[in-house]
């Protein structure tokens, strides 16, 4: 049982960092600047290498449970990596096919580059932490633009 409730928890946890992390890239200059080179090309680097990024920047805080027991350890590192898999697959998604996140009322990231939101809408794969902290902005969602894109699967998007 552990395992799993420790699953679940580094999923959990793993989107609230990523949302503060997206929020204070807009906060600071000094660490958003990478971040706002990827808002002036508005593009994701492909789910394989937004993959590896989140698991570089995440590794640290994969590993302490290991310190509890292996099962512990096991359950949190398959968590945080099951939701780094997720989140890269959702942000590049969100940049090639929006209208695939159907998991969402919006896809909060793309419509935080369509309209060049810097205070709203933070979250890459999942919209929680944005209504929970007020950072939701609700726009108007399909617009004709998405409407008349031509028709695409959930997997025909650059994996590298």
């Excluded at 808002?39 to 590993?63: I, P």
């Excluded at 939701?83 to 159907?102: I, W």
């Excluded at 209504?131 to 409407?147: G, I, N, Q």
Aim: glycine letters at 6%; a neutral charge.
């Amino acid at each position: 049982m552990l395992p799993i409730l420790l699953f679940v928890s580094a999923f959990v946890f793993s989107s609230f960092v990523e949302y503060w992390i997206h929020r204070l890239m807009h906060a600071n200059a000094r660490i958003g600047e990478r971040h706002r080179d990827h808002h002036r090309r508005n593009t994701g680097q492909g789910v394989l290498w937004e993959f590896l990024d989140y698991v570089k920047g995440a590794s640290l805080a994969m590993l302490p449970f290991f310190l509890v027991s292996w099962q512990a350890g096991l359950g949190w590192l398959l968590g945080a990596l099951a939701y780094a898999v997720f989140s890269a697959y959702a942000h590049q998604l969100q940049h090639e096919n929006p209208t695939k996140c159907f998991w969402m009322k919006m896809p909060v990231h793309y419509i935080h580059h369509k309209h060049g939101m810097w205070e709203h809408n933070f979250g890459l794969g999942v919209d929680w932490w944005d209504h929970l902290f007020r950072t939701y902005k609700p726009m108007p969602w399909p617009t004709e633009v998405e409407t008349n894109e031509p028709e695409r699967g959930y997997w025909a998007l650059r994996w590298w």
